[in-house]
């Protein structure tokens, strides 16, 4: 099972958004918002109280 890159939630099969970068490296999305915040926000997860992987 897939997790999203950012919030680290877990994706069903056929569910979020699958982006594939210039490296090659996929990234999951749950959500264009979590999408939004990793490419074009250039935020961290860890970083991001929201997402479930932020780390104090
Ligand atoms: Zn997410």
Do not use: H
């Not at 950012?6 to 994706?11: H, R, S, T, Y």
Request: include cysteine; glycine fraction near 8%; charge should be positive.
């Amino acid at each position: 099972m897939a997790k999203c890159t950012f919030c680290g939630i877990n994706l069903p099969r056929g569910t979020g958004k699958i982006y594939v970068q210039k490296d090659a490296k996929v990234l999951y999305f749950c959500s264009s918002k979590c999408e939004k915040n990793m490419l074009k926000l250039r935020r961290k997860p860890i970083t991001t109280k929201w997402s479930g992987r932020y780390e104090k």
